[in-house]
């Protein structure tokens, strides 16, 4: 079936350091992907997305890469800092106008001070 | 300030009652969803509304049940069908081709 998965469950840095978070996702049609960062207790809260028609785009400190060929998408953090830890989800738009998203089972990423 | 308020941020359930957790938005949004989160796990969709006095049913509905009487409210009751309900509930909003927004979730256990 069609499905949105993360290679690394944990991930740990220090700080200053970049930091790579990583995705796959099986479905070819989906057209839009939006990666989430959510802290304990709290909802998930937006970072960037990206449309199937680019190939990279950049927001503050965060750049999302989408590579179509492997199905693969990544979430670049520049200078991880301690409030970047949380857990991170990549989704991915299988619903077309309805905008149904299908979440990965996210990354947990620490910052080490 | 604008943006989605679940309410309460914790309940708890007896054996056999149904329990209706609300959400409400004042972001004008026209799309609002339910979704289920499990410990360690993504976000699973129960119900989502395109536009007011219509719904539809997502992965795992089962259980669950919603209306949509009102733009900015959409609330989710979960019945005593749903055998398994302890689990972190979020609702989100969305308008156009914009990103869904979430609010800070309720905790659903079972006394």
């Known amino acids: 079936g069609e499905s949105v998965g993360l290679h690394l469950p944990t991930l740990s840095v220090q700080e200053g350091d970049n930091s790579i978070i990583n995705c796959a996702y099986s479905?070819?049609?989906?057209?839009?992907f939006i990666w989430y960062k959510q802290e304990s207790g709290k909802g998930p809260q937006f970072i960037i997305d990206?449309?199937?028609?680019?190939d990279k785009r950049q927001g503050q400190r965060v750049t999302v890469l989408l590579n179509k060929t492997v199905k693969h998408l990544s979430l670049q953090i520049a200078a991880t800092q301690p409030g970047d830890s949380a857990v991170y989800f990549c989704?991915?738009?299988?619903?077309?106008?309805?905008?149904?998203?299908?979440f990965g089972k996210g990354t947990l990423l620490t910052v080490n001070p | 300030d604008g943006g989605i308020t679940q309410s309460p941020k914790y309940l708890f359930r007896k054996e056999g009652q149904n329990v209706t957790l609300s959400c409400e938005q004042n972001?004008?949004?026209?799309?609002m969803y339910w979704y289920r989160q499990d410990p360690g796990q993504g976000l699973r969709l129960i119900y989502y509304?395109?536009?007011?006095?219509?719904?539809q049913k997502g992965d795992i509905a089962e259980g669950y049940s919603v209306s949509r009487e009102k733009k900015e409210s959409f609330p989710l009751t979960v019945t005593s069908a749903q055998k398994n309900p302890t689990a972190f509930y979020l609702c989100?909003?969305?308008?156009?081709?914009?990103?869904?927004?979430f609010g800070d979730g309720t905790r659903l256990s079972i006394l």
């Open positions: 990206i449309r199937s028609n680019m």
């Open positions: 989100a909003s969305r308008t156009g081709a914009q990103p869904q927004h």
């Open positions: 989704a991915e738009n299988s619903g077309g106008s309805n905008y149904k998203l299908t």
């Open positions: 509304s395109q536009i007011v006095n219509d719904f």
């Open positions: 479905n070819s049609a989906s057209d839009y």
């Open positions: 972001l004008n949004h026209d799309a």
